[in-house]
Nanobody, 114 residues
Framework: QVQLVESGGGLVQAGGSLRLSCAVS????????MGWYRQAPGKEREFVAS????????AYADSVKGRFTISRDNAKNMMYLQMDSLKPEDTAIYYC???????WGQGTQVTVSS
């Protein structure tokens, strides 16, 4: 059973930073693409960022471009999301995702106060 476990969420003031982590229990982690999604209260889940298996190719939602950075460490089976210049509208539950197998983590709450 593949597990994706997010951590690093919390409460932060606007303008602050948080770093989310996603631990993946998959032996072939280094060969799969990964992504981050988020879901705000009353809204649908939305794409945040994605990263290719090698870490070279990345993509971002327009709303986070220039503020968030996705990365991965294949030696540690970890994916990260560095979130800077946080805004209240970034408040959501953040999920890591393995699109090829439609695996999702349980989510981690990020709350940004104004």
């Amino acid at each position: 059973q593949v597990q994706l476990v997010e951590s690093g969420g919390g409460l932060v003031q606007a303008g602050g930073s948080l770093r989310l982590s996603c631990a993946v229990s998959l032996r072939t982690f280094s060969s799969v693409n990964m992504g981050w999604y988020r879901q705000a209260p009353g809204k649908e889940r939305e794409f945040v960022a994605s990263i290719g298996w090698s870490g070279v190719n990345t993509a971002y939602a327009d709303s986070v471009k220039g503020r968030f950075t996705i990365s991965r460490d294949n030696a540690k089976n970890m994916m990260y999301l560095q979130m800077d210049s946080l805004k209240p509208e970034d408040t959501a539950i953040y999920y890591c995702n393995m699109p090829s197998r439609n695996y999702w983590g349980q989510g981690t709450q990020v709350t940004v106060s104004s």
